[in-house]
């Protein structure tokens, strides 16, 4: 996946961990342990993608900058 692709889809999970976050605020005190366990888990999934995507971008900046070379 080039950098533009990962930059894209980091995007559009952070996109999806808001409207995670709306729904879970908008209906916090309607929903039951379960769901707001469920919307909990779902939204540090998203996390994690999004940090695993922000690494690999970091570790490609740091050789393009070791290799004197920029995108």
Do not use: W
């Amino acid at each position: 996946m080039d950098k533009e692709k990962f930059i894209n889809k980091a995007i559009e999970l952070h996109k999806e961990m808001g409207e995670i976050r709306k729904a879970a605020s908008e209906t916090s005190a309607l929903l039951s342990p379960k769901k707001k366990t469920e919307l909990i888990e779902k939204g540090l999934d998203k996390a994690f993608e999004i940090s695993s995507i922000q690494l690999v971008l970091l570790k490609q900046l740091v050789k393009e900058s070791s290799d004197g070379t920029t995108t």
